[in-house]
């Protein structure tokens, strides 16, 4: 148990950070056409693909191990 008392905020501050950038990696910019007054309707029905959903399904991941890993450290010092 003391092990993973003094690895948890290592974990925590890791997970932390790959989760911040993942979500900054994740903004998408608006196209060329918006810019110059055109319309932006494709925007809307977006499919994501390759690499793009690899990233989305990633940040999934590490949002539920950085809150598990919150709770499991509530629990311990509780």
């Known amino acids: ?3 993973i008392q003094s690895v948890l ?3 925590q501050i890791t ?3 790959l989760l911040i950038v993942s979500i900054l990696l994740q903004q998408r910019g608006s196209n060329l056409g918006g810019a ?6 494709s ?8 690499a793009e959903l690899f990233l989305f399904r990633a940040t999934i991941v590490l949002a539920f191990l950085f ?4 709770f ?3 629990k311990l010092h509780a």
């Open 67 to 70: 809150v598990a890993s919150a």
């Open 72 to 74: 499991l450290a509530l």
């Open 15 to 17: 997970l932390s950070i």
């Open 36 to 41: 110059f007054g055109g319309d932006n309707f």
């Open 1 to 3: 148990m003391e092990i």
């Open 9 to 11: 905020p290592y974990a």
């Open 43 to 50: 925007a809307a029905f977006h499919k994501r693909r390759g």
